[in-house]
């Protein structure tokens, strides 16, 4: 199974937003649309990622500081502050066990798929799960079907 093919079943709307707009727009948007990361989009062109990971990795960074004296309110934080800048790229035919195992290394939950310069959709961790899922289901349902149908020796 190919990148390409999870996309078409998980269709292709997404979420953006710029660097320049406030960290907190984007957890809103975020919130509201039940998702863990946002495409971080500059004159139309990917810029980087946002995600739930960097959310955290703020809001903690935040607190700590915030114990050795007054902090500026989350309000103030950019999107372009938190960002990964050089998130992974996925090309849409990068097989899918090469997908899973490029998650896992780098400990990205979120990758764009492009092709060339055109931001085709982002894959999910659990995107790629349910994917995997399935086709392993349809399998098992064919050896099942096919084993049943096994012909008799004589």
Known sequence: MQVNEILKVKGNTLFTVAPDSKLSDGIITMAEQDIG???VMLDGKLAGML???EV???LARRQVEHREGPTPPVADIYVNEVMNPEPLIVDPTMDVNELRRAMLETHQRYLPVMDGDTLLGVLSFHDVA???LEEQSFENKMLKAYIRDWPAEG
């Open 37 to 39: 990361s946002l495409v």
């Open 51 to 53: 995600t739930f990971r």
């Open 56 to 58: 955290m990795k703020v």
């Open 130 to 132: 349910k994917a995997v």
